[in-house]
């Protein structure tokens, strides 16, 4: 599965020798483009030198050298290590940078995201609006110089906690009592607020553009969501229909946006460990898997031996665990209310028992540290996992599969139900089991092994028609490639210290930056950090699966009914606090 | 044929339908009880759980891991007149916190202005603790941990101050045996290694 | 003693040997009619469907076949706040949330009780000093019970049910506010708005004046 390509160097500095310069800042590595032929190279990198994934594009915000910077990371979804460029703009107002939209399609929400937090204009994106925070709001937050209404300092910890720590509600320190700012002069009473007309512009309108010999249909807007049970959380999708039909949707979303960014930039890299528990509530133990990979890289120290398989086995129970409730999701999402989901959450208690007992908590692990794992796993625990792995899970995903693999409803509902063929996912970034169900085995912990995944024998879940069914299935196939991995896990798991490092609870960090990313039950989890050599980072950015694969979620609805858009947005198996974070 | 993939899983329900009474008859054939009882909710928990695997919480509970976590309580030794406060005031778990929950006021002698290791106040806005376990897992005198207790709803918002926190050593005991015991034999180990440092001393002089 | 007579003072008034004083025995007839009206409430108190965030999860997990919230009468989870008796603010509420949160507690029917699941509808949270976030739903909506934790464990949520059971024993439907005459909905909440930050209508004069303070001091 490794291609020949990972070996291979990319030197863009000699291909386009007057645009691009090496990044030669200590820590850092890559690419920089000028951003007038920004565009130009993006093309080349696709098509020249094969990196047809957009991993992620973020911005950074250099307030002392007035400079704003946006990131761009890209891999070969046939494997290797991916690429990093980008693009250095004067901090003037408005900040400009060419869009990368046409280039990959998977810009879309990443450059409205950056847009938003950041204040960068990317011209020529087709739908430059908001997207976490609503249209209207003042400012632009992620900038080092917004300072929201609770502002305290500049970096955890605060200096009123210790050692004069009279308790102290912060509102108190606001002038409005609250978790607010206005602006100069800002008048309540005579404030008219902006409608989300931009919104429902944004949509394909097709009643205006009525083709010859059409019926006089009107076609109509639905707004699903904020508060709709199938949506998986607080997600709105404003959906245009014609008749039952889909015509055109977006996806509007931010109702659990929660600035785990700006937050992040204030805590050390230790206090962001519980904070990314709350990413993907599902899945706390592969959300710590990933930051501790980030930082551990930044920090370039090794991890204990018997740590690095502790956090293999939680990883891949975690997927399990996840996948049962996505099968019994789904089957609620396709109207059967509850027997499947109770079904599944029997296993999944079981699994969160065990994170209950190594970690403390049922979801909210916080079990991972840089270097290795906070505790060992108890003797008992230990046999617990034996257990479940080599007794019970593997009857229990045979039952699931007996109780619905056949159904003729559920194979009617979700055989032939077309959802991303693999160039499509492909240019919308997608990533996870919907961009393996289209036929792509892209999978990181073959593609690019983290931790001690070389060492296992397994496959990549593969399925090939792209159809909900198959999107379906191949979580049941990831299951039990879990279940191998584990298996031999268990067998050789190594006797030794949890973690190469002492316990301390402020870590020394150099300068520079990282990217470390995994596999998550979701898609490519990654984490970007920019150290600057202080206590807590400088840049924080999430690359969030649930929210790049929402990306599709338009290009894969537009035509089908709007009874089959609920299971389709069941395939995402989106979880709010990744899309907003 | 239609229909038989809808009978399969039918059958899996069923099959389900009937664990539950025959575990139920099976457990009274062995004369045991299946109900509130710890055997019982250790099984309902396990491997083998098949039929109801309800807890009947408030009338049995779940069975807690000793590393479980709610939110921190502060211990200390000696007895409920005489209470002898772990914590140092330090400060060590109020930098950690990550959401900065904790505020701690530490001592200073009336006379002569120093500070005294021990909290004059100390505060914990338990609504806005995530219970993340960092304050216990970094305090070096093992004076703040995690407590076991969750049924703590209340009709206002929750800030503990020192009174509400304190919570005696046999209590800790008593719901980390295990981490009890292993930080009790480090102390004495410690101490022990420090009268031999002593007694060392004064021998040489 | 006396604090522990003053808190079950309601409950005590519903003993049948309880002694009556003068001045309320010809409410005796509603006493009894309020254990059986609390009776009947508290043993079906219907939840609205929805879910924030974390908490959610634990909220989903507490009905699920572990814990079975069945058995407090808990599980009719009502997608429509029309026929909802409580909501259950289960995580992070996020300003831009906020206002449709508000639409479905005054779409409620009384008697509606509103629990804080968690630190984060509590009081913000971990979360709290974010700039898209609420610091607690109590700033809008009355809220019952607060259940600390993060999230808390599904057992700590059943704990916090039965602190609302106990909380409608103590009710009385002569006092309630959901009978008093002349009034409209007492508990109407107006909704904020999304301005250039979360505008509570209800404090528009206090806005202005500390804009025009914060004016003058710079």
Redesign the interface.
Known sequence: MTAPASTQTVDLVARFPDSVTADTRPGFSGFIVKKENLVEVATAIRDEFGFDLLSSVTGVDYLAENMMEVVYHVHRTTGGPGLVFKTQVERVDPVEVPSLYSVWVGADFQEREAWDLLGIKFTGHPDLRRI???E???GH?LRKD?K?????EETKPFKSRWPDGHHNY??FKN???????????????N?T?KNEDDLYFSLERSSMKKAEGDLNTDHIVVNMG????STH??LRVAVELNGETITSLKPVM??????HE??GE?NTYLQIM??TD?LD??NSMANNFGYAIAVEKLMNIPVAERAEYIRVIMAELSRIQNHFIFIGMLINDLGSMYTP??YA??E??LILDIFEAVSGA???CNYFRFGGVVRDIPADVLQKIKDLVFDRLPAKIDEMERFLNENEVLVGRLKGVHVLNAEEAIRHSVTGPVLRAAGVPYDLRRADPYSVYDRFDFDVAVRHNGDMYDNYLIRFDEMRQSLRILEQALKQIPEGPINSQKPQYQVRVPAGESYGRIESPKGELAYYLVSNGKPNPYRYHVRAPSFINLTAVETMCKGVKIADFVALLAMFDIV??EVDR | MYGKGILKGLSVTWKRFWDTYLDDISWWVRGKKRYYTTEGVAHRSSKDARGI??????EE??IQPEEFR??PFLVFDGNEENKEVRCTSCGICAKVC??QCIWIVRTNDPNTGKPVPQPAEFYV???????CGFCAEYCPFDAIKMDHE?????????VYNLEKLLKPASYYAEIRPLNYNKEEEARKAKEAAKAAKAAAATQAA | MEEHKEENKYEGLNLPNYNIPEDIQNVVSITTIDRLYNWGRRWSVWPL??????C???M??AQ?????MA?FGMEVMR?TPRQADMMLVS??V?K??LP?IIR?YNQMPEPKYVVAMG?CA???????????????I??FLPV??????????P??L???M??LQE?IDKQSIKKVRWYEKGKNDSNYVPMP?????????RR?A???E??A???GA?
Not at chain 1, 175 to 189: K, T
Not at chain 3, 144 to 150: A, K, L, M, N
């Open positions: 976490l925070m609503w209207g709001f003042e937050p917004y929201e209404g609770f502002f305290e912060v509102e002038p409005y009592r609250d978790n607010l700012i206005f602006p100069e002069g800002f008048d309540p009473d404030y607020p904020p508060h709709h049970p959380g607080v931010g109702y659990l946006h929660r600035n700006k937050i204030r519980p904070y709350r509530y599902f989901s109770l959450f029997e999944r208690e049922r979801m909210m709010m606090g | 695997f309800t807890v009947q919480y408030p509970q779940l709610f939110v990550p959401p806005d338990m609504d806005i603790c995530m219970n969750f049924a703590i709803a209340s009709y206002d918002r929750n | 469907m929805f879910g924030l965030a974390c959610a999860i634990e989903i997990a699920t076949a572990r814990y079975d058995r997608p995580g992070t996020t831009k949330m449709s479905l630190a509590s009081s913000g949270g971990p979360f709290k000093e974010g700039y898209n976030v609420v610091a607690g109590d700033k019952d019970v607060y259940i600390p934790g993060c999230p808390p464990t057992q700590a059943i704990a916090g039965m602190k909380k708005i999304l301005g250039p930050d979360l505008i509570d209508v528009n206090e806005y202005k500390a804009a303070k914060k004016e710079a």
